[in-house]
């Protein structure tokens, strides 16, 4: 299924948050928005420049290779 049939309201397009990624205004922005700390937030893309803003951010951040190595990944972090 496409990402916005799963995630809904959840997904994000940058430019509606005035700036654009890897911007580490809006990682600041988005966590802002669910009133959560970065550093309370996971962010995945295959675009290893957006991983690194998320983790300038201060964001947890893992660049998405394939669905097994993400799911290899959100189990090592209690995730899944």
């Known amino acids: 299924p496409e990402l916005w049939a799963l995630l809904g309201e959840h997904v994000h397009a940058s430019a509606r948050l005035g700036a654009r990624k890897p911007d580490v ?47 290899r990944e959100l189990r090592a972090l209690g995730l899944v």
């Open 25 to 71: 205004v809006v990682f600041e922005r988005l966590a802002a928005r669910y009133a959560c700390a970065t550093s309370r937030t996971l962010f995945v893309d295959d675009d290893p420049e957006y991983v690194a803003g998320a983790r300038a951010a201060g964001m947890h951040a893992l660049q998405f290779v394939g669905e097994a190595a993400l799911a």
